[in-house]
């Protein structure tokens, strides 16, 4: 089977409406088809000033949401980045076939560090695609499903994968993104030009999945919408109403098309109630598994702990071979 690897990171109470559709839900029917490693990924985390406290809940609460969302234990590995210490040997090993202007070039960084200013950003924050190629490339993964914000890093990841390769022997499978094309960026709803985010949008911008029902509702409701009152599909034109489209098509599996003759003459009102209940509907049960699961956090560990042994032994198998092969002695 071909092998599938993901990550998220614990950088918020509740994953949102963007990295649910652009990137979690593809985990789960993934697992049917792929031998499918998902990783929460703490060590990314801290790239960032993070508290502890706050880090070992949200590890926890990222994790819950995971299994809630629909991963199975049995047909996933579901681990905590910091628990499989091969990446960080890795990701040393890739910093130093890095240059500093290919790594200089990555826009995620350009856009975080501009919110602490380049020199207070960390030196981790400027090397997080490297860790993260390390992520993919220790476990030979071929696919990596991930939101269109993620497509440089995947670059990167391949371009250091040939480069080891090239120099040191064949010994890493070059990965392939998987980003469905509709759900690629969910835009925040406040401000329907940029992306969703934990960390740059507003509360009222950001649909989370642990959210009730009524908050959720309301902000559906209060969304940005464009001049005129047509539900039309215009990404320029109207970029709030296609974004509520791209989200309403997604959660329904209605094509946008039908949705747009569905409203027609019915003005926006009626379109984001709709919305509104598609949203509640689908983040209600995994809310309520997530809780559950949270309530025993002595099984939540005990899972994880599973999944951190069985990815350590694919990781590790990786490891014995790029310690060979860059001239390391054995131990
Ligand atoms: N708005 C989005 N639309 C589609 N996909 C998205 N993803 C994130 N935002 C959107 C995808 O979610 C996965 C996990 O993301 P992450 O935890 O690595 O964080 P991120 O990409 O940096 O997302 P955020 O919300 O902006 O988090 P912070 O603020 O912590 O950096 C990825 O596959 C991502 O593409």
Redesign the pocket.
């Known amino acids: 089977r071909p092998r599938v690897l993901?990550?998220?990171?614990p950088?918020?109470d509740s994953f949102?409406l963007?990295?649910y559709?652009?990137?979690v839900r593809q985990w789960v029917p993934l697992q049917e088809t792929h031998d499918a490693f998902y990783s929460v990924?703490d060590l990314?985390a801290i790239t960032v000033p993070t508290d502890p406290a706050d880090l070992r809940r949200r590890t926890r609460v990222a994790a819950a949401q995971l299994f809630a969302a629909g991963l199975d234990p049995e047909r996933s590995t579901l681990f905590v980045q910091s628990h499989v210490r091969q990446h960080t040997e890795l990701a040393w090993i890739l910093i130093c076939l890095t240059g500093m202007g290919e790594a200089g070039r990555m826009t995620?960084f350009k856009d975080?560090s501009a919110r602490f200013g380049e020199s207070a950003a960390s030196v981790g924050l400027f090397t997080y695609p490297i860790l993260q190629a390390a992520d993919i490339l220790v476990y030979q993964a071929d696919s990596v499903?991930?939101?269109?914000?993620?497509k440089q890093h995947l670059e990167l990841t391949r371009d250091l994968a040939q480069r080891f390769n090239h120099r040191f022997g064949d010994t890493f499978t070059l990965p392939e993104p998987y980003i469905l094309k509709e759900?690629?960026?969910?835009?925040d709803l406040q401000d329907p030009t940029a992306?969703?985010?934990?960390?740059?949008s507003s509360p009222a911008g950001i649909l989370d999945v642990l959210e009730q029902p009524g908050p959720l509702r309301k902000k559906v409701m209060r969304a940005v919408t464009d001049t005129g009152s047509e539900v039309l599909f215009d990404e320029e034109n109207k970029p709030g109403v296609s974004n509520l489209l791209r989200i309403q098509s997604a959660l329904t599996g209605t094509p946008i098309p039908e949705l747009v003759t569905r409203y027609q003459g019915q003005g926006y009102g009626a379109f984001k109630k709709d919305v509104a209940e598609a949203v509640a509907d689908t983040f209600t049960p995994i809310r309520e598994r997530t809780e559950k699961l949270l309530s025993d956090e002595a099984e939540l560990d005990r899972l994880l702990a599973i999944g951190a042994e069985r990815a350590r032994q694919v990781a590790e198998q990786t490891m014995i071979e790029v310690r060979d092969r860059i001239g390391f002695l054995p131990t």
Do not use: F, R, Y
């Open positions: 993901s990550g998220i990171q950088t918020a949102h963007g990295n559709l652009g990137a990924v990314h995620q975080k499903p991930v939101g269109a914000d993620q759900v690629e960026k969910i835009t992306k969703m985010s934990k960390s740059s």
